[in-house]
């Protein structure tokens, strides 16, 4: 089992940044690929980004890239969302989740093992 914690999120101006962290704990010692969804008010939950477990591969959103950046840390189990010129269209809900490979990306939610609680993110125009 890996538990998945979510932090970093809040309220923000359109143009500001936030960054998003997610720790991993548990069964860490294995290799997994770690993404980004959200969910907005009345939506489906959506891919956002994704990186494999040595960083090698990473995927994004079209609607994100160029504007937000995924990272980690192996040593502290945490992966990092740099949100940077914020959208009132990125206010959402964001999830962690995570799959034990160590190079598989998916992009579709039902493939991630793991969840974490969630983080709100609201972007005021």
């Known amino acids: 089992q890996v538990q998945l914690v979510e932090s970093g999120g809040g309220v923000v101006q359109a143009g500001g940044s936030l960054r998003l962290s997610c720790a991993a704990s548990g069964r860490t010692s294995s290799a997994y690929t770690m993404g980004w969804f959200r969910q907005a008010p009345g939506k489906d939950r959506e891919f956002v980004v994704a990186i494999n477990w040595d960083g090698s591969t990473t995927r994004y959103a079209d609607s994100v890239r160029d504007r937000f950046t995924i990272s980690r840390d192996n040593a502290k189990n945490t992966r990092y969302l740099q949100m940077n010129r914020l959208k009132p269209e990125d206010t959402a809900v964001y999830y962690c989740?995570?799959?034990?490979?160590?190079?598989?990306?998916?992009?579709?939610?039902?493939?991630?093992?793991?969840w974490g609680q969630g983080t709100q993110v609201t972007v005021s125009s």
């Open positions: 989740a995570a799959l034990v490979s160590n190079w598989y990306v998916p992009r579709t939610d039902d493939e991630y093992h793991y």
